[in-house]
């Protein structure tokens, strides 16, 4: 599919990719909805754990007709109040249409009602979620946009459903799809600080009260001296991987998009500072035509400020896709 979209440009003073990924920390999330009407709503995960996961449902002070439910996906230590899901949120309820803004298995609010931890592979929570959502939100179909490694997750589970997938359409946006590779470079020196600060947020998201943890385990979260290392001594030990590696392999998206078969459109930044460029541009979109790349030069880690607009250039991308697959 054909997007008509004019090109990512970056506006002042967010120039260059780190300036563009640090935008979303350095302001404020945007902030109450209204007009539009938000509510609580949890969804138990009915896989014997008691975990239920915690969303906020949203709908539009002017609903359209006929609209579907689309369901929003934060990355690693987001939540629903995370800038970039506030941003898209704003953008589908100015447009009329509901939103449910999803907290992943021990994220955010979801980690009072949550024992367990979520991680790339787990696929498994959002076939859970759509498969318990009510009939009045699901009825006028579903669609779905997941952030970093929220997009990661979407990607596994679209490729491992293939038609079965029970979405109109979806959207990636800076999804690492090869897991080895973006910790790699997540550990690269010029990445120092953002590394830092991820695994300081990981450590405490993890080890937060509400988290069922042996011992071993917290000691095993809190000694972790790299990303890699807290994946190889709790994420894949705790979920039955033989170490991180193993993690990564059997659970990247790269392995599973060809078995896509919903319209998915996969946004990236080939500047981004975190994920490696080239696991994109090499990647050969031709072989499957319910992927439609846009792949910009500029942008970084789901920044995306650009020029013409106080909304990322992301969210007007995802809208426009969504429109076209309607």
Not at 163 to 191: E, F, Y
Request: net charge positive; aromatic share 8%.
């Amino acid at each position: 599919m054909s997007l008509d979209i004019q090109p990512f440009r970056p506006r002042f003073p967010w120039w260059g990719a780190d300036l563009q990924t640090l935008r979303n920390h350095l302001r404020r999330p945007p902030g109450e909805l209204a007009p539009h009407k938000s509510e609580r709503l949890e969804v138990d995960l009915d896989d014997g754990t008691g975990d239920r996961l915690v969303c906020s449902l949203h709908r539009p002070a002017m609903p359209a007709e006929g609209t579907p439910l689309t369901i929003l996906i934060h990355g690693l230590t987001g939540t629903e109040e995370s800038s970039y899901i506030r941003s898209m949120a704003r953008c589908l309820l100015d447009a009329g249409e509901r939103v449910l803004s999803l907290n992943l298995r021990g994220a955010g609010p979801s980690r009072a009602t949550c024992r367990g931890q979520y991680y790339a592979g787990r696929s498994d929570d959002f076939r859970a979620l759509l498969r318990k959502l009510p009939a009045e939100l699901t009825g006028g179909g579903m669609r779905a946009v997941g952030y970093s490694l929220g997009g990661a997750m979407l990607l596994k589970y679209l490729g491992e459903e293939g038609k079965a997938a029970p979405l109109r359409a979806a959207a990636t946006v800076c999804a690492p799809i090869d897991l080895s590779a973006t910790c790699r470079r997540m550990m690269q020196r010029r990445n120092a600080l953002y590394h830092r600060h991820i695994l300081r947020q990981m450590k405490v998201e993890a080890t937060a009260p509400g988290a069922f943890l042996s011992a071993k385990e917290r000691a095993a979260i809190l000694g972790a001296g790299s990303v890699w290392d807290y994946d190889e001594v709790f994420i894949a030990p705790r979920h039955g991987f033989a170490g991180a590696e193993d993690y990564y392999e059997r659970c990247k998206p790269i392995a599973f998009m060809g078995g896509i078969r919903v319209p998915t459109l996969v946004l990236a930044a080939l500047d981004d500072p975190w994920i490696p460029g080239a696991i994109y541009s090499g990647y050969d979109w031709a072989a499957n035509s319910s992927l439609t790349p846009l792949l910009s030069e500029r942008g970084g880690h789901v920044g995306f400020h650009g020029s013409g607009s106080g909304r990322p250039w992301s969210d007007l991308a995802v809208a426009t896709f969504f429109a076209g697959v309607a």
